[in-house]
Every structure is written in C-alpha cells, then in structure tokens.
C-alpha cells in the first residue's frame, strides 16, 4: 500500500526562493519539450518524449545553462509530466473520451512544484535534505514509516509543502460483518441507517462573508498592482484553510466509519450534475461529497470491507423503509418521511439510509 504524507516546510527566504527556480525550470521544460513537439509534428516528424529529452539534455549546457542552478530532478520531472500528459491524450482519445491536447503551463494557472526522485533527498526527523539546497525545515516528522519511493515539493497559496509517497505494509485484514447505510446530505453530511449522524461544520457557509469581501477587495484592486496580489494571496490562504478545516471533518467521520463497519452501503453520487444547480453547488462543495466517498472507499478497502454503491435512481428518498411503499412526490422541505400506506414515520435521511442499506444488501448479495 502506497501512503502520502504532506508536510508543511519552514524554508527560508533563500530556500524557498530556490523552490520557487525549480518549480520555474520544471515549467520552461515542459513548455520547451510541448513546442518542440509540436514543431516536429508539424515538420511531418515522429516526435517522442523519449527523443525530445535526450535533444534537450545535448544542449541543456549551451541554451540553457541555468538548469543546473536547481535539482536535475526538476528536469526530470518535466518530462515525466510531458510523458504523462501525451500517455492520457493518446489513450483517452483511443478510449473515446475527450481528452484535450497537451496545454502550456503558464505560471498563474499550473501548480507550481518540482519532483524528487528518492535518491535525491533524505528525511531525518524534522528536516528535509534536498540537493543544492541543503536542510529544510519540516513542520512535522514523516509520520509513516517504510520505503521512501518519491516526493513532490508544491506550493498552495503562500506556503510549500512536501509530500513523500511511502510504501507501507499493508493492514491487517479484518473480518467485520457490521453494515451500514449511509445517507450524504448538505445539511447533515451523513445520517446513517442506525439513526446516528455526522454533523456539517459548513466551513465555507461560515467563511463565506469572508470570501466574499475578500474577493470583492480584490476585483476592485488594480491590474498587475502589488495590492492586487496581496489580496489574491490573502484570498488563496483563506480558501486553503476552508479546504483544510473540511478535510479534517471528512477524514475524522471517514475513518472512524472505515473502523466500525465492514459493509457500508451509499449512493453513487453525480456530483458534476448536480454541481450544476448553482443554489446548490456552494453548499455541496462544502460538503465536498466527492472526497468522502474516495476517503472511505479507500480506508474501507485497506481494512478488506466493501463500500456498495447504489444508483442514483433508485428512490431511497421517497420509500417507505417499513413496508415498501414509493411516495410519488416528497418534496425537500419535509423533513420527516410519512408512509400514506402503514402511518410509518421517520426522519428523512434516517428512512432514506435504511433503503440505501437494504438496496446495498441486495445489490451486494445479488454480486452486482
Ligand atoms: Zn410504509
């Protein structure tokens, strides 16, 4: 089982500088390999990641001397990506998807980061070793412990963080026969089919005059003006705390689920179609349904359990999980489900975890 750990570096202003030349040269490459690709292509050549990276290296020296300033890792990584970006076009198009061409990487909008492969750095205690740069502090020591295969130094808003993708044993597998269902929603996050629930924080509902002020601050901030990217930044730092306050609420209900249950039933969730109700979105992004459903599917999987997904259409809502009967109509403001048929009542999200938890059973026990 391949884990990632992200921590936070301490760099200094010298270090982080240094960063910030890496990320740039990973960039230049990239752009440098995606032009020359197409240069060659249009020349009516064969080009191939392969070739282009040799061509660069032989004159690496004499165009572009100052690569050497940063890691050759940063070089490295370049073509890697390149690799990547043209493997996922050829195959997708091949698969029928969309998939568009390979795309520049310009500073604003790409992630700045650089790769290092695991021969290049080393990690002891609160420190990162990093060719050509030397210590760099680290907000926390690596906290899983295994094979050390690579790492990624990445910048979100104003801070660099590495992240060491560590091989691990696998878990234990452990038997646990405990199912249950789990309902997501936007005012609860989950409501489960025992009746217990996950409470929303609703971090960006309670940020979100923050966000908004900010981001009306910075449209109002002239064009390529220090002030302009003083609030942009301010803006970035705000969304990463929202991000990091959300994910901590969703990894705490995820894990302490993956620990109880062996089974767990929920609904696939198309949160694309539904991302496009805009009243909703804000909400749902908060929510963040996607990242739950990836946590859990993967802690449940580590542990040897199942996470059965339901159909989206099948009426878990507006059924009577006493007796059967489908409702034609429920709307959102009933918050309680009443069964015409058998005087049933029960909170709603409760009604629609039992069914969720049922059709799971059957779909699971069916072996579709
Ligand atoms: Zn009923």
Redesign the pocket.
């Known amino acids: 089982m391949i884990r990632s750990h992200r921590i936070r570096l301490n760099p200094t202003p010298e270090q982080a500088t240094c960063f910030a030349h890496a990320a740039g040269t990973r960039r230049f490459v990239f752009n440098w390999g995606l032009e020359e690709w197409k240069r060659q292509y249009e020349a009516g050549e064969k080009p191939s990641v392969l070739a282009l990276k040799k061509q660069f290296n032989a004159i690496k020296s004499e165009q572009f001397p100052w690569v050497y300033a940063v890691t050759k890792c940063a070089v490295e990584g370049a073509f890697m990506d390149l690799a990547a970006a043209f493997k996922n076009f050829f195959e997708g198009r091949k698969a029928g998807r969309k998939v568009g061409f390979p795309k520049f990487k310009a500073k604003k909008r790409s992630r700045e980061g650089f790769y290092l492969s695991n021969d290049k750095f080393d990690v002891s205690g609160h420190w990162l070793k990093v060719p050509k740069l030397g210590l760099v502090n680290m907000a926390e020591p690596l906290r899983f412990h295994g094979k050390i295969l690579s790492a990624h130094i990445t910048r979100t808003a104003d801070w660099w963080f590495v992240s060491i993708q560590v091989e691990m044993p696998d878990l234990p597998k452990q038997v646990n026969d405990q199912a249950i269902g789990i309902d997501l929603g936007i005012n609860r996050l989950a409501t489960l089919s025992d009746g217990g629930v996950f409470e929303n924080q609703k971090p960006l509902r309670s940020l979100l005059r923050q966000v908004r002020r900010l981001s009306q601050s910075l449209s109002r901030k002239k064009m390529g003006s220090r002030n302009r990217e003083k609030a942009r930044r301010k803006l970035a730092r705000l969304h990463y705390r929202i991000a990091c306050i959300r994910d901590d609420m969703l990894h705490k209900a995820t894990t302490a689920l993956a620990q109880q249950y062996g089974f767990i039933g929920m609904e696939s969730l198309h949160v694309k179609g539904m991302m496009q109700n805009h009243a909703l979105a804000q909400a749902l992004g908060d929510a963040a349904f996607g990242r739950f459903t990836t946590f859990l599917t993967t802690k449940v999987a580590a542990r040897g359990g199942t996470v059965q997904q339901v159909g989206r259409f099948s009426p878990s809502s507006k059924t ?1 999980s ?2 059967g ?1 489908v409702r034609d109509e429920l709307p959102l403001s009933e918050r309680t489900f009443v ?1 015409p ?2 005087g ?1 009542t029960l909170d709603r999200d409760w009604n629609a975890a039992i069914n969720i938890l049922n059709e799971a059973l059957r779909l699971s026990a069916s072996g579709l």
Request: one cysteine or more; aromatic letters at 12%; charged letters at 10%.
């Open positions: 009577c006493c007796c009967h069964c048929d058998c049933f």
